[in-house]
């Protein structure tokens, strides 16, 4: 795999996410265990988007499932640190891993559909969302969910529609 450096050096302050030596590996009965990741070192400044390429099978997925604490076994991470805000991820309690997930790092899976519900409408996966962390009032959240759909170039009509009736990117943005 290989991490595209930032053009410029950061300054320490500014770094929101900084992963260091990060290996993740997969255990495997009566076998040695795979490594999918392997001392994988990057830092991220807010504001800033960095471009992970790699061919199929060398751990996009991997690495993106460790930084968001979505990890499962068998996966495992061997080495290395995730520091996110300064907060080392594997720290955070439940309570803080589900404030994190409102305002601070979040994953958009490859396939939408899988992600979304396919007997609700995008609206009603708005309602749960804000029901679920309940940071948006209730009589807010028709309107929050309006303009969020609309931050990402999509129609507020698509909030009465089913995720089969979208497209693989509408449903990503959704
Ligand atoms: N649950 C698992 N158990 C064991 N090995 C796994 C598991 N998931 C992934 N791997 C292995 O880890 C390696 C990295 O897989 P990963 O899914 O991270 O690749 P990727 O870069 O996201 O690929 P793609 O571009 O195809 O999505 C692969 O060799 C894969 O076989
Ligand atoms: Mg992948």
Same mark, same amino acid.
């Given at each position: 795999?290989?991490?595209?450096?930032?053009?410029?050096?950061?300054?320490?302050?500014?770094?929101?996410?900084?992963?260091?030596?990060?290996?993740?590996?997969?255990?495997?009965?009566?076998?040695?265990?795979?490594?999918?990741? %392997?001392?994988?070192?990057?830092? &991220? =400044? /807010?504001?800033?988007?960095? *471009?992970?390429?790699?061919?199929?099978? #060398? @751990?996009?997925?991997?690495?993106?499932?460790?930084?968001?604490?979505?990890?499962?076994?068998?996966?495992?991470?061997?080495?290395?640190?995730?520091?996110?805000?300064?907060?080392?991820?594997? %720290?955070?309690?439940?309570?803080? &891993? =589900? /404030?994190?997930?409102?305002? *601070?790092?979040?994953?958009?899976?490859? #396939? @939408?559909?899988?992600?979304?519900?396919?007997?609700?409408?995008?609206?009603?996966?708005?309602?749960?969302?804000?029901?679920?962390?309940?940071?948006?009032?209730?009589?807010?959240?028709?309107?929050?969910?309006?303009?969020?759909?609309?931050?990402?170039?999509?129609?507020?009509?698509?909030?009465?529609?089913?995720?089969?009736?979208?497209?693989?990117?509408?449903?990503?943005?959704?």
């Amino acid at each position: 795999m290989t991490a595209m450096a930032p053009e410029t050096t950061p300054m320490p302050n500014d770094i929101l996410l900084d992963v260091q030596g990060l290996s993740v590996e997969y255990a495997s009965p009566g076998t040695k265990p795979v490594t999918a990741v %392997e001392n994988v070192s990057f830092s &991220l =400044r /807010r504001g800033e988007f960095v *471009g992970l390429v790699g061919e199929s099978g #060398s @751990g996009k997925s991997t690495l993106g499932f460790a930084l968001t604490r979505l990890q499962k076994p068998p996966a495992r991470i061997s080495a290395g640190r995730i520091l996110f805000g300064g907060r080392d991820i594997r %720290e955070l309690d439940a309570e803080e &891993l =589900r /404030r994190q997930r409102q305002g *601070g790092f979040a994953m958009v899976l490859q #396939s @939408g559909m899988n992600a979304l519900n396919p007997v609700r409408t995008v609206g009603n996966h708005f309602r749960d969302i804000f029901a679920a962390h309940g940071h948006v009032p209730k009589d807010a959240r028709d309107a929050r969910a309006r303009e969020l759909i609309g931050k990402v170039g999509l129609d507020e009509s698509v909030l009465a529609r089913y995720p089969g009736e979208l497209s693989g990117g509408m449903r990503q943005r959704a």
